[in-house]
């Protein structure tokens, strides 16, 4: 091994830009340090959002499907409005309620979730906040012969929002793979048909029906899978991947009839007042992607207009 004639460390530091300590002048207590963000006068405009984003922190995730509790990575983003007469926000105080989760077990529990919304609504001083939470949820799924079973995972993420000292809005998201089959290849092809990655993206509007004893991801999941061609698996033996090709062609999917699909079933879920479903198709045969979206208010005593 050659030896190197290397300078003390202080002078390598130097050599790449380092330098001593400058005077300081500014104040270095808190108390005594300007506050900018403070600053009161006309700012022109209320600003809606303000606040930070993608925010991973580990999380626990609760589940009515094996592995019924996990822990995971979340990605947030932590908001609240400032009124026109306020410069800016204390970005720091979101870090810090984060922390203070983080530190006692954040369970990504609906009741956990107001709590925090409710705490950083106060520890900002504003009379609002939002929180936007997203994490891959793994289920385990298992094959329909052998009953060997795998872990699969969806896109997962939820909305709390607060205001004037009620939650506001509860919302949910699944997107979740399957596998479709087209109908038009199966009809005119004298043998075989071509199929596809779908991929079924579910936003729900909760409502006051919902509480913990449902577990809204298992039913957004149910919802995509049952009515697919068939089921993405993690694990097939030949005796599965029989069942699993045979059982996509028995039940051919468009896009626009999983879509219709979706939305019938979710229309019927009890705790869900609104909702929005989208399916994008990986084409086997095509470059492109096959696209289909509905949106649709429960809520809407014109619900004739909603199928115009």
Same mark, same amino acid.
């Given at each position: 091994m050659k030896n190197l004639n290397l300078p003390p460390k202080n002078e390598r530091l130097k050599l790449f830009g380092s330098i001593k300590p400058g005077i300081k002048t500014k104040p270095?207590?808190?108390?005594?340090?300007?506050?900018?963000?403070?600053?009161?006068?006309?700012?022109?405009?209320?600003?809606?959002?303000?606040?930070?984003t993608n925010?991973?922190?580990?999380?626990?995730?609760?589940?009515?499907?094996?592995?019924?509790?996990?822990?995971?990575?979340?990605?947030?983003?932590l908001t609240s409005s400032?009124?026109?007469?306020?410069?800016?926000?204390?970005?720091?105080?979101?870090?810090?309620?984060?922390?203070?989760?983080?530190?006692?077990?954040?369970?990504?529990?609906?009741?956990q979730l107001s709590d925090f919304v409710k705490e950083?609504?106060?520890?900002?001083?504003?009379?609002?906040?939002?929180? #936007? @939470? /997203? %994490?891959?949820?793994?289920?385990?799924?298992?094959?329909?012969?052998s009953f060997l079973t795998g872990l699969n995972y969806a896109d997962a993420?939820?909305?709390?929002s607060y205001q004037h000292g009620q939650i506001v809005e509860k919302t949910v998201e699944l997107t979740c793979t399957v596998t479709t089959l087209c109908p038009c290849s199966k009809e005119?092809?004298?043998?075989?048909?071509?199929?596809?990655?779908?991929?079924?993206?579910?936003?729900?509007w909760l409502n006051d029906l919902y509480d913990e004893s449902y577990d809204w991801k298992a039913v957004l999941l149910h919802v995509a899978q049952s009515n697919a061609s068939a089921i993405i698996h993690p694990i097939l033996k030949r005796s599965d991947e029989k069942i699993v090709t045979e059982t996509a062609y028995?039940?051919?999917?468009?896009?626009?009839?999983?879509?219709?699909?979706?939305?019938?079933?979710?229309? #019927? @879920? /009890? %705790?869900?007042k609104s909702f929005k479903v989208e399916c994008r198709n990986e084409e086997s045969i095509h470059l492109h992607d096959a696209y289909a979206s509905v949106t649709f208010d429960k809520t809407n005593t014109d619900w004739e207009d909603e199928r115009d």
């Open positions: 270095s207590d808190k108390d005594t340090m300007p506050d900018l963000q403070n600053v009161k006068s006309n700012f022109l405009f209320r600003l809606n959002s303000v606040g930070i925010v991973k922190a580990p999380v626990t995730v609760i589940s009515t499907i094996e592995p019924k509790t996990q822990t995971s990575i979340a990605t947030f983003t400032i009124p026109h007469d306020v410069k800016g926000t204390n970005m720091s105080r979101f870090t810090e309620q984060l922390e203070l989760y983080r530190r006692k077990g954040f369970t990504l529990t609906f009741s950083l609504s106060e520890r900002l001083g504003q009379k609002d906040a939002r929180l #936007e @939470v /997203s %994490f891959p949820w793994f289920y385990e799924q298992q094959a329909p012969k993420s939820i909305v709390i005119i092809s004298e043998y075989s048909a071509h199929n596809q990655r779908g991929y079924i993206k579910m936003k729900a028995e039940n051919p999917r468009f896009v626009e009839d999983m879509i219709r699909l979706v939305a019938s079933d979710l229309y #019927e @879920v /009890s %705790f869900i």
